[in-house]
């Protein structure tokens, strides 16, 4: 294999376009995944849900389910062993016990000999509920006389509720933070302020206020929840996982504490994932594994689609209010906001982070920021995709528009004056100001691009949508970007190719940027390079894939790992080439003297020459990072639309996606990441939502009533990639995968605005409540 | 749990009695051997094996055992594929093309849904041989017109025979070295001299001569050969393979070779072991292998004992003649040995090693030693603890006996005088002297035993074996020592407790040493620390289990990864209690401020500070060894036995076993060790050998005919542990494994001698042997 060095950057593998090493297994259908594996005497798993959402449980009758030949069991939440330590959470306690508090609750699981047997098994047993009054919408959840989602334990007393979590994050004087009346449905509730944020809005000479409204959205990862657990009695484990997860860690704590068994009794192994997008940190592996201790088989516990949309662990609905002040001059000087974010029925929409991530945008000397977690009787929540950034974006970033055109300010020449820029206070005071951020580079990415330029010439339909409006939209967002420790091991192997050891199972590519980031390191071509996965005994460690914090985190790691085998290489070819190791170079698949032509030797045999009874040690090199602070990353996105006014319809027809990624590893998978996150982007703006009736039946359980965007929807998506290196991400690389999703709802509610004057405040942007706002 | 330091060494681990960590799972039934394995359509394997010991395949007829429900396939040579390149490798060509070799060689493999249908199948493939002449006595192969024990291909002719390998090594000038004619059967001869034998033996006053035998001995392990086969279509894998072997990369290499496949698309696991021996260092893996790659399925392939005795890998059969010839004063000026190890169907008996043991034990300065290796029609030999040595070592320790007597020295003396010590010249120009050893300790060491000094009175027979005849043995053997390159990674685990990880094999409490030896480099009590296996795709990298190198090579390995993680701890507690590295202490599971009482930290606290989201690097240490040169090792035994003039039957009374173990890790591990191979070495002594009749029938085809020792035929073993330390052991220590099996035929050959005046020259000593030998 020859070595192309790029001259201009002198790098070897590092942003080069590379195939994806997990690609052909994938697309030949070759990748088992954590639902594909058997073991003898298997049991397959089915739940049982609530189709209540809010109910008693009377009584739980398992006799018709175990009449059928082939169900084997049936657990409740009182026959299944599971600690009670921390009983208020859901994965720790997946089953129902007493009430149900949403519709979907699992309230048993089943299990049989084959998927088929289960599902009867499940049919059949019989539970008889008493309903209880349910809450499903967060304003009325928030109501301080509304009722109970759920009762609570004493434990979650403290941690729920008006007595709950409470945080004042300011930089005023202490103040006192003035009581305000809250409904125990509240578990959590933020105050964040800086400046004075009455003197901000008296200052201020245009105010634009609105209210926004978000859906609840689920991942649509294509591979559902899915685990295999494995009894063993070995090696002092008790079991052997394979889990559809993102982080192996997470998932042996977990079990951990739900089957109160030493972490090291848990042996998790690493499995290729069909997308998580943050939705597998942690759900059904607890209740799989204490049904497989319980009964000392192996099980399988696969979700249906259904499973999925009714037990889930979707993004947080939300309704935020958002006021802004600026002065004629353009300077934002107040910005407000009310978020409230639905957490369902168990806490966990991080509703302090939401308030992080709307004033982690444009700088602002009076802010006041409010934010709400408020639990209803509707399936909770887990991590998607920049968690809270879509909502408070499209929140925002629609004010922004409205205040722009209050003002009559370019859109573009706002944000660059009041975006946040690296060496602005940081408000953090281990890192008292931000470090470099590009979010100004984006905003003129999109400045030149000939969409932007050319945005009055195409105010003009195309010919096939005569009659439809034509709008552009622009909107800006950011991640403050995930960090984390890792480390990671480099070997030669025997055939004279590099592997890197890793604990972090293979999102979206990772694999495949890790083998760059070793081969750039180390000097050989990336088709040199193995990725190797490692189950949790053995593993270096390394936290969850996820947060866009992989490759920032894990590649430094996997970079020094990479350098130590080099410079042991270096060494060992030194001794046998006896010449210094200054001399030496690697040369594509082998180290050569420098200037001395047919000096050389294959790496090949330098593995040969440092294992089997040598006289050398074994290339094995370590590399462990602690990157200590995350690299904020933006994006700007342009976005052009067509509006029916008719009939509400929105067709996007153009859209520019600008993303500071700091160093483009593999730039064919940073363009991937933004192609998918924009998609994700539309299903947000246009098409996505879990939608319940008053009594908390969800209306969309299925793909044909939960709308993704297809392919047709769909536009052509031009990636701009911006390069602002970052100082601790390997060569400069930042995170890439939450920012693309972010500006998007705001860019479409922006360019529909343009299109047709109307302000929509509520995603998804259906047809429906177009035409409702367009006729109003 | 409290931390015990002994004052003495300043150690918490090293030296001190620690109960193995396999035990319980071993002794509980838990453990799970690679037989035990079962995966979904699992197949089970079972061979046909030739009843002749040389024919020629005329038709091999399936359809029988094809017709047979359950019985899914039948390969033979012709249709099983297998790489051609090492043909000549029996392990490369498992089944017989053409010739069958020996009475058990396989002939077929049949697949089947069970143990028992394979059994079936296996019995109704209908083989048609042709006879041809067989030869089995190792004499009689090495007859220049002795019939040929197979053809050879004519790759092999470069291989074996009279063309063959042939090695003269010597430090006498370079001479012609004369031509001998040698049968075809000769696969391997080497000539090694120093000095002038035929001055020397002139010389001489005394001069001994004798020749011996000895008979192919079984590993007998407990566990036979196992194999199960996973075919696999991930990850860039084909085969995930969990094999009972020494070397986790040995069997990746093999089955790379058989079937021409890159060794990184093989997966080998780390599984217990049910005792090996040297056994288990490659057999039945490529077999197993190809049969799962071309039926695609899970295939299981385990011995049955006959198959193990019929179709294993024993140690060699010998036929030894030595010459020694001493000065009046003791000096020992004449070793002349002419040694013919029996290799059976295929080369592998390693005549240069059995020539070098022989010679490595006095020093003398006129030396000739002639090896021949000999194919002959029986099963083809493989490893068995301290291959050639208890061979050689009967033979030398016999004659070296009869020629103290002849001189009337006292044997210990003469040892003393001769043996070879530290600083002697080795020999080898890149260590020109011995480094430490203990013989001469070892000597020391039964000096001063009781049964020794007492053993004029200890001649007299106990009361219940009036009339028998009591006779001592003193033996010495030993062993050069291996060595081999190793890598470790050491984690600090969530719980505060440590892990090593090593690619190693657990044999004989290896892991429990090497934990000791990671808790001593750590400073924490071994019960802190884990040993965690890992896979040969990331573990570090680590040569097979076995030759004594195990804790010689991988225990510095494992102690430079456990320093690395101690100061990365150092590192992160110095942080975070704000002291000095140099300041802090390891406490039992805390590190503390010297002096400062409270002042701690948990190793728990740490490792979670190292973690999850931290600002520290996770401890991650490594440590990767080239260990230079092996540390040889000495024992010195002395046997007390009593002999039945009337029938030849031997009872051994009173056994000492002094040896040189540098510094025994866990000195209870290193006694079981001296334990078992003086019991092994009392099987070779008097009960093991495989018995052929003329044809090359094998006689001892079950445990009911082949002899092994009952525990009523071992006597109170008295383990003397001698500590010379060694330089690159790990705290001093040197192998222990295979030094206690190599004196003890020599030791009670002697005894028997000294009970009854009559010189054993064959092993094992049967009664029937003895008997005719007193009655002769």
Chains 1, 2 share one sequence.
């Not at 049936?74 to 997946?94: C, F, G, I, N, W």
């Not at 969850?544 to 790992?561: D, H, L």
Request: charged share 20%.
């Amino acid at each position: 294999m020859a070595q192309t060095i790029d001259h201009e950057t002198n790098r070897v593998a590092v942003g080069k376009p590379t195939r994806r090493m997990d690609a052909e297994e994938k697309l030949t259908g070759r990748a088992r995944f954590s639902g594909d594996l058997s073991f003898p005497g298997l049991l397959h798993a089915r739940l049982v849900l609530s189709p209540y959402a809010h109910a008693r449980i009377v009584s739980i009758d398992t006799t018709a389910a175990l009449a059928i030949p082939g169900v084997v069991a049936v657990y409740t939440a009182d026959t299944l062993k599971m600690a009670k330590a921390h009983e208020s959470s859901r994965s720790q306690a997946p089953l129902a016990r007493d009430e149900v508090f949403w519709c979907g609750h699992p309230v048993a699981v089943v299990l049989a000999e084959s998927e088929a047997l289960a599902q009867d098994g499940a049919e059949a047993v019989d539970v008889d509920y008493d309903p209880l009054p349910v809450v499903i919408d967060p304003l009325a959840a928030l109501q301080p006389d509304s009722p109970l989602t759920r009762p609570r334990s004493k434990d979650e007393t403290s941690e729920i509720a008006g007595g709950g979590t409470h945080a004042d994050v300011g930089n005023t004087q202490a103040e006192e933070e003035e009581q305000e009346e809250l409904s125990q449905n509240v578990s959590d509730h933020v105050h964040m302020h800086t400046g004075d944020i009455e003197a901000g809005l008296r200052e201020a000479d245009v105010v634009v206020e609105r209210t926004y409204r978000t859906h609840s959205v689920h991942q649509s990862y294509m591979e559902p929840q899915s685990i295999t657990v494995v009894p063993e009695q070995t090696s002092g484990h008790k079991m052997r996982v394979y889990a559809s997860t993102q982080g192996l860690y997470n998932a042996r704590t977990d079990i951990s504490n739900a089957l109160n068994l030493p972490e090291r009794q848990i042996l998790v192994e690493p499995m290729p994932i069909g997308g998580a997008f943050g939705g597998k940190f942690g759900l059904v592996e607890p209740l799989a594994a204490a049904v497989a201790y319980a009964i000392r088989k192996p099980v399988r516990l696969v979700y249906t689609r259904q499973d999925e949309l009714l037990a889930g662990n979707p993004a947080p609905q939300s309704v935020i209010t958002v006021k802004l002040g600026a002065k004629r001059d353009g300077t934002l000087v107040a910005l407000q906001a009310r978020i409230i974010l639905d957490s369902g029925a168990f806490p966990g929409a991080a509703a302090g982070l939401a308030g992080y991530l709307i004033s982690s945008v444009y700088r602002c000397a009076n802010t006041d920021i409010r934010c709400y977690e408020v639990l209803t009787n509707k399936v909770s929540v887990g991590a998607y995709r920049a968690p809270d950034a879509p909502q408070t974006a499209f929140a925002l970033e629609s004010t922004v528009a409205d205040l722009c055109q209050e003002m009559q300010i370019d859109p573009i020449e706002f944000r660059r004056q009041n975006g946040l820029r690296g060496g602005d206070p940081s408000g953090n005071p281990r890192r008292p100001t931000l470090p470099p951020l590009g979010l100004i580079e984006c905003l003129d990415g999109i400045e030149r691009h000939p969409l932007w330029k050319e945005r009055q010439k195409l105010k003009e339909p195309p010919v096939e949508l005569a009659g439809w409006k034509i709008g552009f939209g622009l909107a800006v967002g950011g991640w403050p970007g995930g960090n984390d420790v890792a480390a990671a091991a480099c070997r030669l192997e025997s055939d004279g190719t590099v592997s890197v050891v890793v604990g972090t199972v293979d999102l979206t590519g990772s694999d495949t940027s890790l083998a760059l980031i070793a081969a750039e390191a180390m000097g050989v071509p990336s088709s040199q390079v193995n990725v190797a996965h490692d189950a949790t005994d053995t593993m270096p460690y390394s936290g969850a894939t996820g947060g866009s914090k992989t490759i920032y985190s894990m590649g430094p790691a996997v970079m020094a790992a990479a350098r130590d085998a080099r410079q042991q290489i270096l060494q060992i070819a030194s001794d046998m080439l006896e010449a210094a190791v200054d001399d030496l170079e690697f040369k594509n698949d082998s180290v050569a003297v420098k200037g001395v032509p047919g000096k050389s030797l294959s790496l090949q045999k330098i593995a040969q020459a440092s294992t089997s009874f040598s006289r050398r040690g074994p290339v094995y090199g370590q590399g462990r990072t602690p990157v200590p602070e995350g690299s904020p990353m933006y994006a700007a996105h342009l976005a052009r639309v067509a509006v029916d006014p008719d009939t509400g319809e929105v067709r996007v027809l153009d859209y520019v996606a600008a993303q500071d990624v700091g160093q483009a590893i593999n730039p064919p998978a940073v363009e991937g990441q933004i192609h998918g996150g924009v998609t994700q982007g539309l299903g947000w703006a246009l098409f996505e939502g879990l939608e319940h009736d008053e009594n908390g039946q969800l209306l969309t359980a299925t793909f044909m009533d939960y709308a993704l965007p297809h392919s047709f929807d769909v536009p052509n998506i031009t990636p701009l990639l911006i390069e602002v290196p970052s100082g601790p991400g390997p060569y400069g690389a930042k995170g890439v995968g939450e920012p693309p999703v972010i500006p998007v709802a705001g860019a479409i509610a922006n360019a529909i605005s343009d299109a047709v004057g109307v302000r929509p405040t509520e995603i998804p942007i259906t047809p429906e409540r177009l035409f409702n706002a367009l006729h109003q």
